[in-house]
Structures are given as C-alpha cells and as structure tokens.
C-alpha cells in the first residue's frame, strides 16, 4: 500500500489544543482558518465520535459516523478546502462536531476543524479537511478512490490522517472525470 503522510504538527502535551494559521489563498473557495482541536487515539471514544474506522481493501480507512469513507483533496492545502459550490455537492464537508472527542478507537491522527468561508466547520485530521463522496451509495465503498474530479484527485484517508494512493481493487485507473 502506498500512503503519503499528511503535514502535521506537533502535539505538545497529552490531549493540548493544537494552533495552526491557515495560509489564505486569494483564489481559495473553501476555508481560512484552521483550529486542531483533539488529539484522536488510544482508548475511551463515545459512540457519537465523527469518525471511526473501517478495514477495506485499501487497509484500515476512517469513515464517519454513518459509516461513509472519508476522502482528501489533493487540491486542498493544509488548514485550507479548496472545495466548495459544485465540488461540495459531489464531495460533502464532513461537519465538525461542536466538541471533538480527546480520543476515537483506532484513530491515532488528530481531529480539528477549519472554519470554511460560509462560517462553517468542517472535521479535518492531521489539519488536511475531509469529505464524502456522492458515488459511495453504501457504508464501506471507496468508489472514489483515485479518482480526478473536481480539479484534483481525491483519496482515502487512513486512520493516522495520511491519504491512501492504491487504487481499489478492479477500478480502473484514474476513475475519469468531468
């Protein structure tokens, strides 16, 4: 399995607050501020946790709390969606709870949540913001997997908060685009 790590920033100190100043972009359509606000991992998530896991052929994944794979843009800066409007409606903003758990079962990247340009907040791990896919039509698909749509490519996000590149099992490469 191929996986690119995600640029994180240190933790300092057991379940403290992470602060990170998102870069604005002139051209950028989704956020501007970025806030990590847990630290997910070890034991003790509530059942009402954003996010869980899920082992797919693509390895151990995060869903949300519907059981929805969770994607990140490649076009997305860290701290910053670039991912709204008609891109927003075929990869839905994962919503961030107003209090994000200190810890999520098998979760072992940090959860946080940026502030979009619609006021907004939307769930990121290791600071990169996270969406569904329309095309994943049951809990447990990664239709959208290496997938060029939107201006980018979208990949799934394992359960450290780095974007997973194999391509699913019998998809074709790629997965085309409009």
Not at 5 to 25: E, H, N, S
Request: with cysteine; proline share 7%.
């Amino acid at each position: 399995m191929t996986i690119l790590r995600a640029t994180a920033l240190p933790v300092i100190g057991l379940g403290a607050a992470l602060l990170a100043a998102a870069a604005a972009c002139g051209s950028s359509t989704g956020s501007s501020a970025a806030t990590p606000r847990a630290t997910a991992g070890g034991a003790g998530g509530a059942s009402t946790a954003p996010v869980q896991t899920r082992q797919l052929p693509l390895g151990t994944v995060l869903t949300d709390a519907q059981g929805r794979t969770l994607y990140t843009f490649a076009a997305d800066a860290p701290g910053v969606s670039h991912c709204s409007g008609a891109c927003a409606a075929v990869w839905p903003v994962v919503p961030a709870p107003g209090t994000l758990p200190t810890a999520v079962p098998g979760v072992t990247g940090t959860l946080g949540a940026i502030t979009r340009t619609d006021g907004s907040q939307q769930l990121t791990i290791d600071n990169q913001p996270v969406y569904t896919f329309v095309g994943d039509k049951a809990p447990g698909q990664a239709n959208g997997q290496d997938k060029y749509l939107n201006g980018g490519l979208w990949y799934v996000v394992d359960t450290a908060g780095r974007t997973i590149t194999d391509e699913v099992t019998g998809a074709p490469a790629g997965g085309g685009g409009y």
